[in-house]
Structure formats: structure tokens, C-alpha cells
């Protein structure tokens, strides 16, 4: 059973980069092809689709984030990283990583990290 | 990219009946729609994937309809722990796109 689990620090200084790593177990990057992807929900609001990373190293980010985001993949520590520069207090958010099912719907989900974006 | 507009946004029903819950897309996504449930302090989990097809381990009283752009979450007889918020999402264009949610209460 695959399993993800997100970690990093809680809070980031405004204009500062956000950085939160994924950790995934029970399951590799080189097997099945899938993507890997970051979604975040603002506090008592929806999901909102970060971008994805494919096992190849191809990555796909919402055009709404103007280019503030970086996602990378270490799969010899089967690791995906999501970096968000230039934050604001509007990034405040639970980040969750996900995987998707095959099927581009998101089945694997990590418990979620809140991230303030206070000073 | 595409919206989702789910209704109602809070749908207010006693265990034991049968809900209803609506997803529309701005343009047809086919049936690449999936809907997911999210309980307080947890993640959102996968009901049905492609409109219509319970994910593992889904309950039978989930269904999903739909296509094109009209799409439809059915729960046929509501248990206690059916009461959460559920997302549509479509899969058709990036970026994937969510709904805003229906929360779904006990009355």
C-alpha cells in the first residue's frame, strides 16, 4: 500500500520560498509511471491543484502560480519536493501530496501540512 | 482553464435518506469527472473516478452519473459517517480543476 508523508516547516516569512518534501513508501518512483502531484486547501476552503511531476521528470504547474513553483523528484530517497517562492500571507495552506490512481484522479493522499506564511 | 460549479453548497438531510449532489462543468470534460469525500482533518478520499466508477473499497450506495458537462453524486441511503464535504474534480484539461465543495449536514 502505497503511502506519502509530507514534511517541512510550519511557518515561512513572507517573500521568503516555501520548501516541503514528500516521502513515499511502499511504492518507487520507477515503477507504474505515475504522476505526483501538490494540492493545497486554504483554511476552511477547496483544493486547489499545485502542479504534478511525472516519474520521467516531467512536471506540469498551474499557470495561476506565475511561475513561482519547482517541483523535483530524488528517487534514491523516494522524495518528491515542492518549492513556492516569493510567498504570501495568501499561501497559507494545508499542502498535501498526492498520487494519482492511473487513472489521473488523486487516490494516494499524504495527511496534510499547514503552512502559515507569517512574519 | 475549466471551472466547476457544484450545488448546493450545503445539503441538509437526516440518515436514512437519499442525497443528491451536482457538479457542472464550464465546457464538456466528457466523463472525466471524479468526485472525493473530505472529512475534518483529513484527506480527501476517492469515491468515483470516470463519472460513474466506484474507486476500491467505495460502498454501493455511492453512485455517479453524468457527462459532458452535467455530472451527479448519488448517496442512496445516507449513513453517519456519509456527512462531510465532497469535491468533484475533472481530469479532461491541465490544470486539474476542483469544485468548491458540497457539505453535506446532518439536519
Known amino acids: 500500500q502505497v503511502q506519502l508523508q509530507e514534511s517541512g516547516p510550519g511557518l515561512v516569512k513572507p517573500s521568503q520560498t516555501l520548501s516541503l518534501t514528500c516521502t513515499v513508501s511502499?511504492?518507487?518512483?520507477?515503477?507504474?509511471?505515475?504522476?505526483w502531484s501538490w494540492i493545497r486547501q486554504h483554511p476552511g476552503k477547496g483544493l486547489e491543484w499545485i502542479g504534478y511531476?511525472?516519474?520521467?521528470?516531467?512536471?506540469y504547474y498551474n499557470p495561476s502560480l506565475k511561475g513561482r513553483v519547482t517541483i523535483s523528484l530524488d528517487t534514491s530517497k523516494n522524495q518528491f519536493t515542492l518549492k513556492l517562492s516569493s510567498v504570501t500571507a495568501a499561501d497559507t495552506a494545508v499542502y498535501y501530496c498526492?498520487?494519482?490512481?492511473?487513472?489521473?484522479?488523486?487516490?494516494?493522499w499524504g495527511q496534510g501540512t499547514l503552512v502559515t506564511v507569517s512574519s | 482553464e475549466i471551472v466547476l460549479t457544484q450545488s448546493p453548497a450545503t445539503l441538509s438531510l437526516s440518515p436514512g435518506e437519499g442525497a443528491t449532489l451536482s457538479c457542472r462543468a464550464s465546457q464538456s470534460i466528457t466523463s472525466y469527472l471524479g468526485w472525493y469525500q473530505q472529512k475534518p482533518g483529513q484527506a480527501p478520499r476517492l469515491l468515483i473516478y470516470d463519472a460513474s466508477n466506484r474507486a476500491t473499497g467505495i460502498p454501493a450506495r455511492f453512485s455517479g452519473s453524468g457527462s459532458g458537462t452535467d455530472f451527479t453524486l448519488s448517496i442512496s441511503s445516507l449513513e453517519p459517517e456519509d456527512f462531510a464535504v465532497y469535491y468533484c474534480q475533472q481530469r479532461s484539461n491541465w490544470p486539474h480543476t476542483f469544485g468548491q465543495g458540497t457539505k453535506l449536514e446532518i439536519k
Open positions: 498526492a498520487r494519482e490512481d492511473g487513472y489521473n484522479y488523486w487516490k494516494y
Open positions: 511531476i511525472h516519474y520521467s521528470g516531467s512536471t
Open positions: 511502499g511504492g518507487s518512483f520507477s515503477s507504474g509511471g505515475y504522476y
